[in-house]
């Protein structure tokens, strides 16, 4: 099974995302849940990348602090 910090991992690699880039979380949330990802799973995801320090929420907004690439990290 996988969890909600994999699953957002794997969609921001989905969607290409590079360090430094902000985006939305309505681009993360809506693809999540219609994978089934509960809404509270996906924000206890949201805050462990950001103690991982792997991404940083501000408002609406996820700010992408390290690549998530799979060369770049191991999950």
Same mark, same amino acid.
């Given at each position: 099974? !996988?969890?909600?910090?994999?699953?957002?991992?794997?969609? /921001?690699?989905?969607?290409?995302?590079?360090?430094?880039?902000?985006?939305? /979380?309505?681009?993360?949330?809506?693809?999540?849940?219609?994978?089934?990802?509960?809404?509270?799973?996906?924000?206890?995801?949201?805050?462990? /990348?950001?103690?991982?320090?792997?991404?940083? !929420?501000?408002?609406?907004?996820?700010?992408?602090?390290?690549?998530?690439?799979?060369?770049?990290?191991?999950?």
């Amino acid at each position: 099974m !996988v969890t909600a910090d994999q699953a957002i991992i794997a969609l /921001l690699r989905d969607l290409a995302i590079e360090p430094a880039t902000d985006i939305s /979380l309505y681009e993360v949330g809506p693809p999540l849940t219609a994978k089934g990802v509960a809404q509270d799973q996906i924000l206890q995801g949201l805050y462990f /990348l950001q103690r991982q320090k792997i991404i940083d !929420v501000a408002g609406n907004r996820l700010h992408l602090l390290k690549s998530v690439s799979p060369t770049a990290m191991s999950l």
